[in-house]
């Protein structure tokens, strides 16, 4: 007589192999929910919730340097402990949509300064279809904004 376990069947070996495949499944439960009626408030409203840790002076930053208001009604949720054992909390927040569109536009604009100010010869112009980099009047193109005889303005050509 042998001493080998009973071969299970085929359907409780596969159920044992296929727990946790890929990571797909943990995405939704790493985000903090907001109730549904708080949700729905806010939109009628025209403002978007977001959830804020209590850490260092974050929370004083958005709600006295910046437009962000807590929401009545929602107590804070414990997310997490801070370094001295105490417990770090998230707050909900909102904020008016048309401020959020401002904020946006305005890191958009200094980006394109910033971007079209590594760019030499060039210059934003405004256009019907938006603001587009344009050659300056009286040359010939442009060029990346690099020293001719460093090996950045090459590239990855082949120097014969």
């Known amino acids: 007589m042998t001493d080998q376990p009973e071969r299970q069947g085929r359907k409780a070996e596969v159920a044992q192999r296929r727990r946790r495949r890929d990571q797909t499944a943990f995405g939704p439960s790493l985000k903090l929910?907001?109730?549904?009626?708080?949700?729905?408030?806010?939109?009628?409203?025209?403002r978007s919730p977001r959830?804020?840790?209590?850490?260092?002076n974050r929370m004083h930053q958005l709600t006295k340097l910046d437009d962000w208001d807590k929401v009545a009604g929602v107590d804070p949720v414990i997310v997490g402990t801070k370094q001295d054992g105490t417990p770090l909390k998230a707050y909900l927040l909102s904020k008016p949509d048309e401020f959020i569109a401002e904020d946006r536009k305005a890191k958009e604009d200094h980006r394109r300064t910033v971007e079209a100010g590594m760019v030499k010869g060039k210059t934003l112009v405004k256009t019907a279809e938006g603001e587009v980099l344009a050659p300056i009047q009286g040359q010939a193109g442009a060029e990346i904004y690099v020293d001719k005889a460093s090996s950045i303005g090459r590239g990855n050509q082949i120097l014969e």
């Open 51 to 56: 959830w804020v840790n209590d850490e260092g």
């Open 33 to 46: 929910g907001i109730p549904e009626e708080i949700t729905e408030k806010l939109a009628a409203a025209g």
